[in-house]
């Protein structure tokens, strides 16, 4: 399977998700589902202050489930991104 192949965009209302086959499942960018479910003008912000205030709290099961994994830019080149299996 190419790397074309594994990787495709999920839309939602409209909006793109990208995603990616890893390990014979699919992972979403954590990043474009957060935008998606704020509103955020700045998501990766939004993310970062939500893990801050998560961890604070005690939750450390989030990070057992948030994976790095490459996702392309709009650039089309691939960058590690936060991904998750929603």
């Not at 450390?60 to 489930?65: A, G, N, Q, T």
């Amino acid at each position: 399977m190419t790397k074309s192949e594994l990787i495709r965009v999920a839309v939602f209302e409209g909006k793109h998700i990208r995603k990616i086959l890893h390990e014979d499942e699919w992972w979403f960018s954590a990043i474009d589902v957060v935008e998606i479910l704020t509103g955020s003008s700045i998501p990766k912000r939004y993310w970062s202050d939500l893990k801050r205030k998560l961890a604070k709290e005690g939750y450390s099961e989030l990070y057992e489930k948030i994976v790095q994994l490459k996702f392309a830019a709009v650039d089309g080149k691939f960058y590690f991104g936060r991904a998750s299996r929603w």
